[in-house]
């Protein structure tokens, strides 16, 4: 395998891992083995050679009769294929948004306490295996998982439903109002947890929220919220939670939720236009979220992907040949 000189350092004494995705989790596609650092995913290619390929290593010779050591180079092995490793060409964010594809079939969604943690039944997968059979980097797939907010708790996975998540976020708000506590500002993480303890939210979840809501670490003793992505992320959880209603979305009432569901000093962020563009993405995303299910059903049923449109024009060429 040649190792390039951004993973080099990880070949010295660093870990170096070979990864796929869990069987089934790409329909009928193959497949592929990644090599991954712990930031980096590289894709992998066999290469044959016809000459002869010998592994060399350096060392040191003594000569016997002038009792004087010189460094030259010996070969220990022979190979006849090689590795070759690629980052790959993909952007950060796409990888990400892949791995959180990934995750989202296997966490189990948490509306709320009547799913008992406790129930051995339950019990799935810790975090660190569902990421053993993601094909990308530790560091990409943590990316994906705080993305989702997701948590762990007592050995299984959990993704918070939206209506959960607006729900504790609402009590936070709440409660950071009534305390006086400035949620515009600097603030210690325990002071918040002081203010929703009636609300019987795991914490985990709360955890996973505030990390996300403000861009910091999980074990983060105080924080700071991160404005654009607190504000942006509330209306289109208050989206999220209210399109998956029977009828019409009253785009009005929603914006006032939104509104009220800020801090006081930065609910002007807030604007009809806006509140009006996540409506019209999160009906994109329910039509292929539909679509996708609809597909899934159909492979389940006939046991494979169905033809393309296309594959009839292939199929005719080849009686033609």
């Known amino acids: ?8 350092d990880y070949a010295n004494g660093g870990r170096l891992e070979l990864k ?3 069987p089934g989790a790409t329909g009928d596609q193959p497949a592929h083995v990644v090599l991954c650092t712990p930031t980096q995913t590289y894709d992998l290619r066999q290469v044959q050679t016809s000459n002869t390929v010998f592994i060399l290593r350096t060392e040191e010779f003594q000569d016997a009769e002038t009792a004087t050591s010189s460094t030259g180079v010996c070969a220990f092995a022979k190979c006849g294929s090689m590795l070759e490793i690629h980052p790959q060409v993909r952007d950060e964010k796409s990888k990400v948004k892949t791995a959180k594809q990934i995750l989202n079939g296997l966490l189990r969604v948490y509306r709320g306490p009547e799913d008992d943690p406790t129930d051995t039944s339950s019990q799935g997968f810790t975090k660190m295996s569902l990421f053993a059979d993601i094909p990308y980097s530790i560091g990409e797939c943590e990316a994906a998982w705080q ?4 948590f762990e708790m007592s050995k299984t996975c959990w993704q918070p439903h939206p209506e959960q998540l607006l729900q504790l976020w609402q009590t936070i708000l709440e409660g950071a109002t009534a305390d006086g506590i400035n949620l515009t500002r600097d603030f210690a993480m325990e002071s918040l947890r002081l203010a929703i303890e009636e609300l019987n939210a795991p914490e985990e979840m709360f955890v996973a929220l505030m990390s996300y809501l403000c861009k910091t670490d999980r074990n983060a003793v105080s924080a700071t919220l991160d404005r654009a992505r607190m504000i942006e992320w509330v209306g289109r959880t208050i989206v999220a939670v209210n399109i998956e209603q029977p009828g019409s979305i009253d785009v009005e009432a929603l914006y006032a ?16 236009e806006t509140l009006s563009q996540f409506c019209a993405d999160s009906k994109v995303e329910k039509v292929k979220a539909a679509t996708l299910k609809m597909e899934a059903e159909v492979v389940s049923a006939l ?14 060429k080849k009686t033609r040949k």
Request: positive net charge.
């Open 257 to 272: 939720t939104w509104r009220n569901s800020l801090p006081e000093n930065w609910r002007n962020d807030a604007s009809l």
């Open 147 to 150: 993305d989702l907010m997701a």
């Open 20 to 22: 796929s995705s869990r």
């Open 303 to 316: 046991g494979k992907r169905p033809a393309k449109g296309r594959d009839w024009h292939e199929r005719l």
């Open 1 to 8: 395998m040649f190792i390039t000189t951004s993973t080099c």
